[in-house]
């Protein structure tokens, strides 16, 4: 089977820098992706990772360890519009598998 | 280019009721998907389908049914309507397996009484 573990929630000021983890298990891997979902709306893709290392798109890191089952989003220069969850996704082939979710706060 | 659009927003269906949600997307994409997403969960696969004519089973398929006739549309039927299927669902499409960018419609806010 397929799982994907992430913390439930995180809390960080405005300006900090957070992580957020994300481990898996699957068989079958293509890479590791992470999207955002403000309250009531749809889930937006922030960045994907098919390779070991760093991707880097403005404020927004992502990295992943292949050999540990590992990877994890990085946001820097938090701000209050940054409040929503984060998922942590690993794809397949044809089948993409979502984690629960962080739901990060991001305080004044 | 309106990317994924889903119907209805909202329903309210009593339980045993049948009814489809609508998804279509005009970016020629291959690759579409069904999810659902109950309070504070992640999104579980329903079922998904990798061209025309072309489906199968995500982790979650009993009690839905798809079928896929064209590369833009992909509905969503609800067989008899149960209390559990009460969710969020949501249409995603994707280019095809080798990247993993989703694009994702707004969503139907299904409640079953």
């Known amino acids: 089977g397929q799982s994907l573990e992430q913390p439930s929630e995180v809390t960080a000021v405005e300006g900090a820098i957070v992580q957020i983890n994300c481990t898996y298990q699957t068989s079958g891997f293509y890479g590791l992706s992470w999207y955002q979902q403000h309250d009531g709306g749809a889930p937006t893709f922030l960045s994907y990772n098919a390779l070991d290392g760093l991707e880097e798109t403005g404020r927004f890191s992502s990295f992943l360890s292949r050999s540990d089952s590992y990877g994890y989003l990085l946001l820097q220069e938090l701000q209050m519009k940054d409040s929503a969850s984060y998922f942590c996704?690993?794809?397949?082939?044809?089948?993409?598998?979502f984690g629960a979710g962080t739901r990060l706060f991001v305080k004044a | 280019n309106a990317g994924v659009t889903q119907t209805p927003k909202f329903q309210v269906l009593k339980t045993g009721q049948s009814m489809t949600l609508q998804c279509a997307q005009d970016m020629n994409h291959e690759y579409m998907s069904w999810y659902r997403q109950d309070p504070g969960m992640g999104l579980r696969l329903i079922h998904y389908?990798?061209?025309?004519?072309?489906?199968d089973q995500g982790e979650v398929p009993n009690g839905y049914n798809v079928s896929r006739s064209t590369t833009e549309d992909f509905p969503l039927r609800l067989l008899s309507a149960a209390p559990s299927q009460t969710s969020v669902y949501f249409c995603?499409?994707?280019?095809?397996?080798?990247?993993?960018?989703?694009?994702f419609g707004p969503g139907t806010r299904l409640t079953v009484l």
């Open positions: 996704a690993v794809g397949g082939g044809f089948k993409t598998i």
């Open positions: 389908s990798v061209g025309a004519g072309i489906t």
């Open positions: 995603a499409s994707k280019l095809g397996a080798a990247t993993d960018t989703q694009y």
